[in-house]
């Protein structure tokens, strides 16, 4: 059965950094498409940084310059290394996965999803 178990959140001062991690077990192949999003409390999930085994990477505009989203297929793991952090940072982090190629930011064209990670960001 298909997983994906997120770690590494935790809480930071504002400025500092932290490192997301997501191992996946249980597919039959390695996903096409792996992303993180992200939801603070009271708002929806909303989409961080995305790689595509064709088409790279992709950051929304809050993380460019920021984060960093990479994997390890040999670890089967997915990361997002998150740089000079801000209060607004402060979300549950989510990992994400689809088969095929990825096709945007949409929650739904994405099929596996971690339990989330806990990102606290004090100012």
């Known amino acids: 059965q298909e997983q994906l178990v997120e770690s590494g959140g935790g809480s930071v001062q504002a400025g500092g950094s932290l490192r997301l991690s997501c191992a996946r077990s249980?597919?039959?192949?390695?996903?096409?498409?792996m992303a993180w999003f992200r939801q603070a409390p009271g708002k929806g999930l909303e989409g961080v940084a995305r790689?595509?085994?064709?088409?790279?990477?992709r950051y929304a505009d809050f993380g460019a310059g920021r984060f960093a989203i990479s994997q390890d297929n040999t670890k089967n793991t997915l990361y997002l290394q998150m740089n000079s952090l801000k209060p607004e940072d402060t979300a549950m982090y989510f990992c994400?996965?689809?088969?095929?190629?990825?096709?945007?930011?949409?929650?739904?064209?994405?099929?596996?999803w971690g339990r989330g990670a806990q990102v606290t960001v004090s100012s």
């Open positions: 994400a996965a689809r088969m095929w190629y990825c096709t945007g930011w949409s929650t739904s064209g994405y099929a596996y």
């Open positions: 249980g597919f039959p192949y390695n996903p096409h498409c």
């Open positions: 790689i595509d085994s064709a088409n790279g990477l």
